[in-house]
């Protein structure tokens, strides 16, 4: 629960620097949003999109920890170490939502200064820079879909490695593991396939593109905590 308390407040803060601009856009025809405004939006929604991609990864530790090593449980995840894995979980990305700023700062943008999206995410803001976004491009899909795929890629592995373990279990003892971790392996497939799909593409605005992005910055946030809810 503690870092299912993380969790559920990088989520809360995820949509809500979304949701509230957008319901606001939709009720008004013409809709402007100051530079500092979408730099804000943009630094949020990297800070805790990537908080919630390192909460799933130590939630998955936890889970490779209290299945596989049950006596050793309490000596490896003491309240210390859960805190400052936590620590190093917001200062990482802080890190990341801090490169993403320094690139869309390092943008020059010579009008008209329209945006094809419903929020400020940097896709969308190359495409209004007056040079060669080639190599910033690339710069972003090296960060952000590595991150993305790199730790879907780890999540699964630890529960390949999770399920192998449980052959010498009994039959009620792997309902119970499975029991324990399908919450967190639902949450992981509908967070991270759309942002993979996202960030593996050029940065050409898609109509696909925004619906799908809607998918994983509301609809997401707003199925976690039924998930979790009904597994509690």
Same mark, same amino acid.
């Not at 989520?11 to 025809?29: E, G, H, N, Q």
């Not at 130590?58 to 050793?72: E, G, N, Q």
């Not at 490896?76 to 802080?94: D, F, H, K, T």
């Not at 996202?198 to 940065?203: F, G, Q, S």
């Given at each position: ?8 407040? %990088? ?27 979408? *730099? ?12 919630? !991609? ?12 209290? *299945?596989?090593? +049950?006596?050793?449980?309490?000596? !490896?995840? %003491?309240?210390?170490?859960? @805190? ?7 200062? @990482? ?17 010579? @009008? +008209?200064? &329209?945006?094809?999206?419903? /929020?400020?995410?940097?896709?969308? /803001?190359?495409?209004?820079?007056? !040079? $060669? ?33 449980? =052959? ?5 003892? =792997? =309902?119970?593991?499975? %029991?324990?971790?399908?919450?967190? *392996?639902? &949450?992981? *497939? /509908?967070?991270?396939? #759309? ?6 593409? +050029? ?5 696909? $593109? ?8 509301? @609809?997401? +946030?707003?199925?976690? #905590?039924?998930?979790?809810? /009904? =597994?509690?």
């Amino acid at each position: 629960y503690f870092f299912l308390f993380h969790f559920s407040l %990088s989520d809360t803060c995820f949509s809500t620097s979304i949701a509230p601009r957008m319901i606001v856009d939709a009720l008004f025809k013409n809709t402007t949003v100051s530079f500092s405004e979408c *730099i804000a939006q943009v630094f949020s929604f990297h800070f805790f999109g990537c908080l919630e !991609i390192f909460i799933l990864m130590l939630m998955a530790l936890y889970h490779y920890v209290a *299945i596989c090593k +049950p006596l050793h449980y309490m000596a !490896i995840m %003491s309240q210390r170490v859960c @805190g400052a894995l936590v620590a190093v979980a917001w200062v @990482g990305s802080c890190v990341h939502s801090l490169a993403q700023i320094f690139l869309a700062l390092s943008l020059p943008f010579c @009008g +008209p200064n &329209v945006i094809d999206h419903y /929020l400020c995410a940097l896709q969308p /803001l190359l495409q209004l820079a007056c !040079i $060669d976004t080639y190599m910033i491009n690339l710069f972003l899909v090296s960060n952000s879909a590595t991150i993305y795929t790199v730790s879907f890629v780890m999540l699964m592995l630890s529960y390949i490695i999770v399920w192998h373990s449980l =052959r010498n279990h009994t039959a009620e003892g =792997r =309902r119970k593991a499975l %029991s324990t971790c399908i919450s967190h *392996i639902i &949450v992981v *497939i /509908l967070f991270f396939g #759309p942002c993979i799909f996202i960030y593996t593409w +050029p940065a050409t605005t898609f109509s696909m $593109d925004k619906m799908i992005a809607v998918f994983y910055t509301l @609809g997401t +946030p707003l199925l976690n #905590p039924i998930i979790y809810s /009904l =597994r509690n």
